[in-house]
């Protein structure tokens, strides 16, 4: 069976008081999941993660929300895996659209930063997604089959086993313009294949993906009755915690009547 996620990015919002808040209240109300087939990532700004105790709950975990392809040394404002792992994270971000396009990262770069954190023992979730352009040409499947085979398609069996994908179409994230449930699972299912010819049928179905881009509680249930959508990568609505437990308990819900 595969893992439902449901993973929250901050990006960069929260103090580190409003941080310890926001990590305590989820955290208090996510104990009635530890049960149910649902697995929570945390990914708060990185100076936050020393201060979270992921250990609380079974099945939670921390993320950061990048790291460097470099391993140590004179890289000013970087930060390596070696440190992420050294304040307890144990998964993170790679190749989110916002920092493709603000720090014009591409594939090969992004498969670098694959490498450390998974050489290292990091899970990863790694982010694709079309932009409105690609998609009004029509290009959405190609742009994601490249992100997806140029930076993730040489790894071998078992490292991919470490990889949870974001299908997170660039046009709507943080816009309020949600793919529909049918755009999403097309797009997911076709991941799946990808995984699949490239792989095998075992390791595409035990894979996690996940949709992100303007998912909340309102639009939550559709996206995850979909089979191939495994959880959410909630930006905005994983601010507040009732929003966030909401989203986590229509995922549950959603996979039990599948
Ligand atoms: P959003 O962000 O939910 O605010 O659209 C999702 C993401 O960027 O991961």
Redesign the pocket.
């Known amino acids: 069976m595969r893992r439902n996620i449901l993973a929250g ?1 901050w ?1 960069m919002n929260t103090s580190l008081f409003e941080g310890i808040e926001l990590f305590n209240s989820i955290v208090e109300k996510s104990y009635s999941f530890s049960d149910k087939n649902i697995h929570f990532i945390i990914a708060p700004p990185y100076t936050h993660l020393a201060t979270m105790d992921a250990n609380r709950l079974i099945n939670l975990s921390l993320a950061a929300q990048n790291c460097s392809k470099n391993e140590n040394g004179a890289f000013t404002g970087e930060i390596s895996v070696d440190i992420i792992k050294s304040v307890g994270a144990k998964a993170v971000i790679i190749g ?1 659209s ?1 920092i493709r396009q603000n720090f014009n990262e591409k594939n090969s770069s992004l498969k670098e930063k694959v490498d450390v954190a998974i050489g290292k023992g990091l899970d990863i979730i790694y982010c694709c997604g079309e932009t409105d352009k690609n998609r009004n040409q029509n290009d959405q499947e190609s742009v994601v089959e490249n992100q997806v085979s140029e930076a993730l398609f040489h790894l071998s069996y078992s490292d991919f086993g470490k990889v949870i994908v974001a299908y ?1 179409p660039v046009w ?3 816009t309020g313009i949600t793919a529909s449930p049918e755009q999403a699972q097309n797009i997911h299912a076709f991941i799946r294949g990808l995984i699949s010819n490239r792989f095998d049928t075992s390791l595409a179905n035990s894979t996690s993906i996940l949709y ?4 909340n509680s309102k639009n939550a249930k559709d996206l995850f009755e979909c089979k191939d959508i495994d959880g959410g ?5 994983s601010l507040k915690a009732d929003e966030f437990i909401h989203i986590a308990t229509t995922l549950v819900a959603a996979k039990d009547n599948e």
């Open positions: 990015n990006k989110h916002e997170e709507a994230i943080g992100g881009g303007s998912c990568l909630i930006g905005g609505a």
